[in-house]
């Protein structure tokens, strides 16, 4: 089975930048859709974005488009989310996950929480103004 790990959230200023990293661990993440997911205090967890096994294909959240970016290493069995001009409302514990069943990557498929069976401890990524 597969561990992920994630890393790179802290304290940032509103306009800062940060990236995010999640180290996989107990077999190759190469074939697997990786995602990213949010969730703030008395929220329910949200989609951020997502990346194809090969990198080809990428889906953001409206709200983060432009800022965050989703890019994976798979020699690295690594997957990153660089995140800049942050904002206060992109403050949450941010969580990423694998999918290993090769389902289609549409945009329903990719932003529903449920589709992955893989999920880190998550990281805190707080912004203040």
């Known amino acids: 089975q597969v561990q992920l790990v994630e890393s790179g959230g802290g304290l940032v200023q509103a306009g800062g930048s940060l990236r995010l990293s999640c180290a996989a661990s107990?077999?190759?993440?190469?074939?697997?859709?990786m995602g990213w997911f949010r969730q703030a205090p008395g929220q329910e967890r949200e989609f951020v974005a997502a990346?194809?096994?090969?990198?080809?294909?990428?889906f953001h959240a409206d709200s983060v488009r432009g800022r965050f970016t989703i890019s994976r290493d798979n020699a690295k069995n690594t997957v990153y989310l660089q995140m800049i001009t942050l904002k206060p409302e992109d403050t949450a514990v941010y969580y990423c996950a694998a999918q290993s069943q090769p389902l289609r990557i549409t945009n329903r498929v990719v932003t529903t929480d449920h589709n992955y069976d893989y999920w880190g401890q998550g990281t805190q990524v707080t912004v203040s103004s």
């Open positions: 990346i194809s096994r090969n990198g080809g294909t990428t």
């Open positions: 107990g077999r190759s993440i190469s074939s697997d859709l």
